[in-house]
């Protein structure tokens, strides 16, 4: 598999971790009506605006999307359609952070809108996800050159682009340890939620 396609999927397969300890993390407050960790929950919106914002995105709108619409043209309705939910993403996790900082002010109803509105972005965004890898990947595999899968991987080559660099790698790294290493048992590492024990 070209190294550039392996990258975009493991940060792929790292995001669905993180969502998915994030929904556990969800399913636990129903079940046992305990106050979120907001720290554990603002690390976790953190990691995902980063990530997504400052990492993952640019490698798909500056240059995977980029070289698949030179290389197959048809493929535009579908690029366009991946940006449009790269920004309407950023408006549901904007949304996100809003409602978690209305919780960690003690607002009224705060909880049940964090919940309404990380379970709406978990969804919207695993079908993005979906349609990447299911749609967009195979056409990129299909469709683009040796030189552009060149261009790409210099690109995203470590050390020689700081919007990708070592340091960069280094800090995500760090904030995934520390989610997982945050969230209860079994949807990260820390001690499991019970009633007794709700932050
Ligand atoms: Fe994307
Ligand atoms: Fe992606």
Redesign the pocket.
Known sequence: MEQAIEI?RN??RRFATVLFCLEGVLKDLRRTGAMPDVALMETIVDYIDSFLDRY?HPK?DEYLFPALQQRHPAAGALLDRLQTQHRDGERLLAGMKRALADLAAGGADALSALTDAATAYIAFEREH?RI?ETELIPLAEKHLLARDWAFIAAAFAENQDPLFGDDRKRRFERLFTKIVTMAPAPHGVGAPLTAGNGR
Do not use: D, K, S
Request: charged content about 45%; aromatic content about 0%; cysteine-free.
């Open positions: 975009i940060e792929h993952h798909e996800v990447e």
